[in-house]
């Protein structure tokens, strides 16, 4: 019983495009549109979130080229924070008990959509593991008996509830409506930027400008696809041309580090494309498929998607967002050297998507200023709160890896607090 259930975990919540289709499929159905319809939409969902994936395996590809060229510029030792692997680590280790824990939840998190006024059903396949990882890895150690299962589900179901539920008022004034919301377990960092940046920064008269150095190039920078690869290849070049005469002179590949730095921010300006196409693709069928379920099922309910669906708002501010929110954390990682403490890495793919959706976040609501205080204090709470996690960790072995969004790590610290 457990290999299915084990077997339908992996297959169908860790396939983010076969969920979703799926879910989209059954809309449609339940809407009674015509048969071509349905494959239409099931299809350009389910490609939509490929396009998705593609975008984020190819900016994850040169983001994770940039991490070496940190790493081995500074020849630094230290924790990872890394959702896929820890995961993956804790799947070796408890594949079993993360899946029942998985089925558990999602049971919990329907009951909790169907009949009470927090409507949300989170469609993030990947981060329902993460929770359930999470809660996996901090409880089962200790042994405290078969309701281990139900805290770990009900703890990852009532998570899978508040956390779109959290940050709905944000979401939707970024967005306008409340079509979708947002299903990202980093929705503590974005609920605390929706906070600072209302309660500190009023609406500037001019809200979405950056400051007055970059107001010239506003012509150009309404094409993001241009600024995007910019930025990024500043980034690139200024990492490639202080890594030359390290150990990461075999990342080049022969190639004069410019040019290496050229076709890396081209990999990730395409797919930091990709990931726009993608996302537009998809809410733009998930959305009508949805108002199936919706009326049949769990009436009243909203999609919640995974955190790039707010990308579109503001591709720039994104990227801004995670280039301050980068900078504070190797800022962050140096005084931990310094201090002789436990080291933290800043991991790219949790700058980049968490606080890329908190760039958004601030700067759609009270603009650049916005933007550039409230990442930085992202930033650092990205660096500070693994340091709090890895002892609640131990059971897994020297990771070197832990994990990397707010809601995770404070989920692993209640529980770990409550255990011991």
């Known amino acids: 019983m457990t290999d299915h259930i084990e077997s339908l975990a992996k297959g169908l919540i860790g396939e983010p495009a076969i969920f979703l289709g799926l879910v989209a499929c059954m809309g449609l159905l339940l809407a009674r549109v015509r048969l071509m ?20 395996s190819a ?22 924070p890394h959702n896929e692997a820890v995961t993956a680590l804790v799947q070796i280790n408890y594949g079993r008990e993360v899946a029942i824990t998985v089925v558990v939840g999602v049971i919990v998190h329907l009951l909790i959509a169907r009949f009470t006024p927090i409507k949300y059903v989170f469609l993030s396949g990947h981060h329902v593991l993460f ?5 996996v890895a901090v409880v089962l ?29 944000y979401v939707k004034q970024v967005t306008g ?84 730095a050229v076709v890396q921010s081209l990999w990730f300006t395409a797919g ?55 900078g504070i954390g190797v800022l962050t990682m140096f005084a931990m050297m310094t ?8 991991g790219i793919i949790p700058h980049f998507f968490s606080s890329g959706t908190v760039g958004v976040i601030a700067f759609r609501l009270r603009g650049a200023k ?21 002892p609640y960790l131990a059971d897994l072995g020297y990771t070197r890896t832990t994990f990397a969004d707010t809601d995770l790590q404070l989920i692993g610290i209640l529980l770990g607090w409550l255990i011991q």
């Not at 500074?74 to 924790?79: A, D, E, L, S």
């Open 37 to 56: 319809r349905v494959l239409s939409g099931t299809i350009k969902v389910m490609v939509g979130v490929v396009l998705l994936q593609l975008g984020a």
């Open 59 to 80: 900016a994850g590809v040169a983001l994770s080229n940039l991490a070496v060229l940190v790493q081995d510029r500074f020849q630094v030792i230290g924790y990872i």
């Open 131 to 135: 929770m359930a990882a999470v809660g």
């Open 141 to 169: 150690p200790a042994q405290i008996g078969w309701w281990q299962y139900l805290l770990c589900g009900s703890v990852l179901g009532v998570s899978m509830s508040l956390s779109p539920a959290l940050i709905q008022r």
């Open 177 to 260: 409506d409340e079509k979708v919301a947002v299903a990202h377990f980093n929705s503590v960092g974005y609920f605390l930027a929706g906070c600072l940046s209302t309660a500190l920064f009023k609406s500037p008269k001019r809200k979405y400008l950056f400051p007055n150095i970059v107001r010239k190039l506003e012509p150009l920078m309404q094409d993001h696809l241009v600024v995007i690869c910019a930025f990024s290849f500043l980034l690139f070049f200024t990492a490639a041309f202080f890594s030359v005469g390290t150990g990461s002179n075999d990342l080049f590949a022969g190639q004069p580090f410019f040019i290496f």
């Open 272 to 326: 930091m494309y990709s990931i726009l196409i993608g996302v537009r693709m998809m809410v733009a069928e998930i959305v009508p498929a949805y108002e199936g379920v919706s009326a049949k099922w769990i009436k009243g309910s909203i999609p919640a998607i995974d955190a790039p669906v707010l990308f579109p708002f503001a591709p720039l501010a994104a990227i801004v967002g995670f280039l301050v929110s980068f």
């Open 339 to 346: 201090l002789q403490y436990t080291i933290i890495i800043p």
């Open 370 to 390: 916005a933007l550039f205080f409230v990442c930085a204090v992202h930033g650092l709470l990205l660096s500070l709160l693994p340091l709090l996690l890895v």
